[in-house]
């Protein structure tokens, strides 16, 4: 497969944007946090000419320690994100752990993600693609480029070609990741449009702390680097107080922080 398709038809009243963003906080905590975010990072999407999607887990199964937060309780959390929907009209992504958890979440949400460690959990991968949404696979921190075109490969052949693949960094030692910005067009040459993940890539996993750390300071470097490099998108967590958050702390940008980024991809957008 060659030739990367236009992800702009696969949103409504995408057709004249430039960028695509998929922002919001990590993980669903309440109403509150995600329509803050969701309402500020809208109106700067539009404002700079961007396609905004909403992201925010609904659960988190990948945490360092047992104790680790994990959610607010799926029911509650895809009730919350409906309501995000509903109220700001912005289209919904969020990750699936499980082959039992597709469904539930497909009937919320408008991009259904695949977590980097999972991506090459063939049932996993399939059952997204049968559930006709679009799917965005984060590339595992484990996987080459050319290894993730293949997980895609599994999606598509459930005859859904709507599918994002998602550069996150690859693992540097123990505790550190690197981003090898090649990722971009060599997985674009595959026939997939790119997503640059600026938030996830700065991470510092496997610590001796238990949990995630990580270098918010180099989010709008990566966020711009993947610009320059024809990325199709950009992911970013972003919360309203991200100190205070109970996942990825360390690594989301504040909506203001966000805001102050947008016009800096843009600019480099149309640089290229």
Request: with cysteine; glycine share 10%.
């Given at each position: 497969m060659t030739?990367?398709?236009?992800?702009?038809?696969?949103?409504?009243?995408?057709?004249?944007?430039?960028?695509?963003?998929?922002?919001?906080?990590c993980v669903v905590?309440?109403?509150?946090?995600?329509?803050?975010?969701?309402?500020?990072l809208q109106e700067a999407c539009?404002?700079?000419?961007f396609y905004y999607v909403f992201k925010a887990s609904y659960r988190k199964a990948n945490r360092t320690r047992g104790t680790s937060f994990q959610g607010i309780g799926d029911e509650a959390a895809l009730n919350i994100l409906s309501q995000v929907r509903q109220n700001f009209g912005v289209p919904l992504l969020t990750d699936?752990?499980?082959?039992?958890?597709?469904?539930?979440?497909?009937?919320?949400?408008?991009v259904v993600q695949i977590p980097a460690f999972l991506a090459r959990q063939t049932a996993l991968l399939q059952?997204?693609?049968?559930?006709?949404?679009?799917?965005?696979?984060?590339?595992?921190?484990?996987?080459?480029?050319?290894?993730?075109?293949?997980?895609?490969?599994?999606?598509?052949?459930?005859?859904?070609?709507?599918?994002?693949?998602?550069?996150?960094?690859?693992?540097?030692?123990?505790?550190?990741?690197?981003?090898?910005f090649r990722s971009v067009p060599r997985m674009q040459a595959g026939g997939y449009p790119v997503i640059l993940d600026a938030t996830h890539a700065v991470q510092q996993p496997n610590?001796?702390?238990?949990?995630?750390?990580?270098?918010?300071?180099?989010?709008?470097?990566?966020?711009?680097?993947?610009?320059?490099?024809?990325?199709?998108?950009?992911?970013?967590?972003?919360?309203?107080?991200?100190?205070?958050?109970p996942s990825d702390a360390a690594t989301m940008l504040s909506i203001e922080e966000a805001r102050a980024l947008l016009p800096r991809l843009r600019r480099l957008?149309?640089?290229r």
């Open positions: 030739g990367t398709p236009d992800w702009r038809a696969w949103f409504p009243g995408a057709e004249k944007a430039s960028l695509l963003l998929i922002a919001g906080p905590e309440s109403y509150d946090i995600c329509a803050r975010t969701a309402e500020a539009a404002k700079e000419g699936v752990h499980e082959t039992t958890e597709v469904s539930a979440a497909a009937q919320v949400v408008d059952a997204a693609g049968y559930a006709g949404k679009i799917v965005n696979i984060k590339k595992g921190q484990f996987m080459s480029p050319e290894a993730a075109l293949f997980a895609a490969e599994k999606v598509a052949m459930t005859g859904n070609r709507r599918i994002f693949l998602t550069e996150r960094g690859t693992f540097f030692g123990y505790s550190d990741l690197v981003v090898d610590t001796g702390a238990g949990q995630t750390l990580g270098e918010r300071a180099f989010v709008p470097l990566y966020a711009q680097l993947g610009v320059v490099a024809g990325a199709d998108g950009i992911f970013m967590e972003v919360h309203p107080e991200p100190a205070a958050s957008y149309e640089a």
